[in-house]
């Protein structure tokens, strides 16, 4: 036999917590009474059988207790806060402009000019092919038969950087290509250019130099103008129009003579001066 000590220490180290002996140990603590009870579970009593009577009869003896518990409080409704729809915009309706007064959106003009300084004129002429001028085109040759002709220097010094002037501009962004765009643009180069140096008269050869610079109609040619901020031009038909009509040559040299102490006299000026 071990004593109780060392006892204690191997259940410890078995991790047991409760034992029994089977019989009575020498030099052993006495038992515990509860541990030495009998561990049978009770049995279970028999289940009683519910009758029809029964039910009725417990009925009102369950619902006595029911009566005595404190009552519930109902619980209140809780609101419920309906947000109105929003209300949709109406379509908003255009007026309805009658078909007389609508007016038809115009494609923005295509032309090319070039600029051109002969003596004390400036010429404005309208480009036939798009393109300046070379020395063998058939309009070149007829304009510098005209400047002869007008006893100008027959070799025109292209303005600036020699760019004919052409519409539309193409350039990023929107940009207003309209008719009225185009006449302020090309009003503005001929400012420019008669501010750096002056002029005796303007020619205007060509209708997209009549419209955008003068601001006048094919009706306008073979005679001169007062154009408010450029001074006198001369409106002109184009090179193409007197190459293919000769007879209009012979009312563009009357108006021509008629226009030419303007700059005959100036340019004669200019020669005393030197």
Not at 41 to 52: K, V
């Amino acid at each position: 036999m071990i004593s109780e000590t060392r006892r204690r220490a191997y259940l410890d180290a078995m991790q047991v917590a409760s034992w029994l002996p089977r019989t009575e140990l020498p030099f052993a603590a006495p038992s515990r009474p509860e541990l030495l009870q009998p561990l049978i579970d009770p049995e279970p009593e028999p289940a009683q059988p519910i009758t029809a009577a029964a039910t009725v009869a417990e009925g009102p003896a369950e619902q006595a207790p029911a009566s005595t518990a404190p009552a519930v409080r109902p619980e209140k409704p809780q609101l419920r806060v309906v947000m109105p729809e929003p209300k949709k915009p109406e379509p908003v309706v255009a007026p309805e402009v009658p078909a007389e007064q609508q007016k038809p959106v115009e494609p923005p003009p295509r032309f090319a000019l070039q600029l051109l300084r002969a003596g004390n004129v400036l010429l404005l002429v309208e480009l036939p092919t798009g393109e300046s001028f070379q020395s063998r085109d058939p309009a070149y040759i007829l304009l510098k038969d005209l400047l002869r002709a007008a006893r100008l220097p027959d070799k025109p010094q292209q303005v600036g950087d020699g760019e004919p002037i052409r519409w539309p501009l193409l350039h990023r962004g929107s940009l207003d290509q309209s008719g009225d765009a185009a006449r302020d643009y090309v009003q503005g180069v001929l400012a420019g250019e008669l501010e750096q140096m002056g002029c005796a008269c303007l020619w205007l050869i060509g209708l997209p130099a009549l419209r955008f610079a003068g601001e006048v109609e094919a009706e306008a040619c073979y005679r001169e103008l007062n154009i408010e901020g450029i001074g006198p031009a001369l409106a002109m038909p184009g090179l193409e129009h007197l190459m293919e009509q000769p007879g209009s040559k012979a009312r563009l040299w009357q108006a021509m003579r008629r226009s030419m102490p303007r700059w005959v006299v100036g340019l004669n000026t200019d020669m005393n001066d030197r």
